[in-house]
């Protein structure tokens, strides 16, 4: 398997991702509701492990890989923040529309419906995702050693995608969507996470300089998404321990994989 071409592995990994994805979305054929308690505790557990994620597998292998005329802590921050930038200007920009009740469409002013609009934001949300574990397999040309932390990566984002699948398409349904409208948006929530993997990879298959800037790129549109979104959204209500506790088991089981299986 490490001797597939990397652009190959990538796709492998977000079709896999994709795939827990609409695995979690199909929940909706067999639950109509969620109980909010429950729903909090799987956004904070998918926020605990993108945080993770972005140490272990993307932050950390960055800063080993930082060997040029630049103390290694440049790269690192530039591409870190450089992300968190991207994500910002993207949510600016981007029409779109949260799940969560009450919520009011965000970006440029558009006629989309509501449920484009919904795609829209689930879009914005998986991008960071698909190129963390992209560019992470894109980087085992340069460092073989990645191997196993891009799986990992992308083992880690397939747990946290089945709660999200199931946390979209869930309550869609209450909203009074039918079931199969509501698991193919659910489902949608990782249908780019294969192409923005295929590209992560080609990027750092094509630039090898600039590998320790993609993975902190990377982890800092995940982060941004984990604090943007994710976290005050698990927040909502006032019983917090459970999504909190959610946030600390999702990040100790990401940390448990990643050092047990690299």
Do not use: C
């Not at 199909?26 to 904070?44: E, Q, S, Y």
């Not at 992300?83 to 469409?105: C, E, K, N, R, V």
């Not at 609009?117 to 963390?132: D, F, V």
């Not at 800037?213 to 698990?234: D, H, N």
């Amino acid at each position: 398997m490490r001797e597939q071409n990397p652009i190959i592995l990538a796709l492998i990994g977000g079709l896999f991702t994709w795939g827990v994805t609409a695995l979690g979305a199909a929940m909706v054929f067999f639950f109509k509701t969620i109980n909010k308690h429950i729903l909090d505790a799987m956004l904070g557990f998918a926020g605990g492990v993108m945080i993770a994620a972005s140490f272990w597998s993307l932050l950390l292998p960055a800063l080993n890989m930082s060997t040029g005329p630049a103390p290694a802590w440049v790269p690192v921050t530039v591409g870190f923040l450089s992300g968190g930038a991207f994500l910002y200007f993207a949510d600016q920009l981007l029409p779109h529309l949260h799940i969560t009740p009450g919520s009011y469409p965000e970006g440029l002013h558009t006629h989309l419906k509501r449920s484009a609009l919904m795609i829209l934001a689930i879009t914005l949300h998986n991008i960071p995702e698909g190129l963390s574990f992209g560019v992470a397999f894109g980087s085992i040309s340069e460092n073989p050693a990645q191997f196993t932390a891009a799986v990992t990566l992308a083992l880690g984002i397939g747990l946290q995608n089945f709660p999200e699948g199931a946390a979209v398409s869930i309550p869609l349904r209450r909203e009074g969507l039918t079931r199969w409208k509501s698991f193919l948006i659910g489902q949608a929530s990782g249908m780019v996470e294969p192409a923005a993997a295929v590209l992560g990879a080609a990027l750092a298959l094509g630039i090898h300089s600039i590998l320790p800037y993609a993975l902190s790129f990377a982890a800092g549109a995940m982060i941004f998404v984990v604090v943007e979104e994710m976290i005050p959204e698990s927040q909502e209500i006032n019983h917090r321990h459970l999504s909190t506790l959610g946030t600390m088991f999702g990040f100790a089981l990401m940390t448990f994989l990643d050092v047990t299986l690299g």
